[in-house]
T-cell receptor, first 112, second 113 residues
Framework: DSGVTQTPKHLITATGQRVTLRCSPRSGDLSVYWYQQSLDQGLQFLIQYYNGEERAKGNILERFSAQQFPDLHSELNLSSLELGDSALYFC???????????FGPGTRLTVL | ELKVEQNPLFLSMQEGKNYTIYCNYSTTSDRLYWYRQDPGKSLESLFVLLSNGAVKQEGRLMASLDTKARLSTLHITAAVHDLSATYFCAVDAYGGATNKLIFGTGTLLAVQP
């Protein structure tokens, strides 16, 4: 158990819908990262937050957004969902940028 | 843009044999990580390599980093079935206060009895 928690574990929804994935970092970690794992794209970095501020963006679609709250938990919002958004979404955290990242259990999103 | 290539993509081994997984990356970085992933599970950190020449060993696995060659290897000694999993290398593309992991494609390791 890495200490990073993610909810929900599984999410099944329909095309065009909007969902929110939640992540709580390890105690004391200020940096939160989101990654997407799919069969065709592999593991891809989406976005990084540090102490509430966005710090780096990867291949994140405009339909996706994220934020980190004052209590350091983070949410990833996915809207206008498409079949291709079906994937495993991981959250990771680290004490500070540039240090080892610890991964949560992931949220498996299925878009029907 | 940093690219990470991992090979082989699939490795079928017999128990007791040795093999090496290779991870090449395209731009300068001295932070490389190896992760293990079991089917449907999260990523488990195996090794953190933070400098040129770093070598770390845990059980039957040994990882090394050559930043000049932009190459990391994960060596498996006397494989056992419990090592069957997918192994990823990830290179830290960092700069200032930002960092992100760029992952290789993964190597699916199947150890046959």
């Amino acid at each position: 158990d890495s200490g990073v928690t993610q909810t929900p574990k599984h999410l099944i929804t329909a095309t065009g819908q909007r969902v929110t994935l939640r992540c709580s970092p390890r105690s004391g970690d200020l940096s939160v990262y989101w990654y997407q794992q799919s069969l065709d794209q592999g593991l891809q970095f989406l976005i990084q937050y540090y102490n509430g501020e966005e710090r780096a963006k990867g291949n994140i679609l405009e339909r996706f957004s994220a934020q980190q709250f004052p209590d350091l938990h983070s949410e990833l919002n996915l809207s206008s969902l498409e079949l291709g958004d079906s994937a495993l979404y991981f959250c990771a955290s680290s004490v500070a940028a540039g240090l080892e990242q610890f991964f949560g259990p992931g949220t498996r999103l299925t878009v029907l | 843009e940093l690219k990470v290539e991992q090979n082989p993509l699939f490795l079928s081994m017999q128990e007791g044999k040795n093999y090496t997984i290779y991870c090449n990356y395209s731009t300068t970085s001295d932070r490389l990580y190896w992760y293990r992933q079991d089917p449907g599970k999260s990523l488990e950190s195996l090794f953190v390599l933070l400098s040129n020449g770093a070598v770390k060993q845990e059980g039957r696995l040994m990882a090394s980093l050559d930043t000049k060659a932009r190459l990391s290897t994960l060596h498996i000694t006397a494989a056992v079935h419990d090592l069957s999993a997918t192994y990823f290398c990830a290179v830290d593309a960092y700069g200032g206060a930002t960092n992100k992991l760029i992952f290789g494609t993964g190597t699916l390791l199947a150890v046959q009895p």
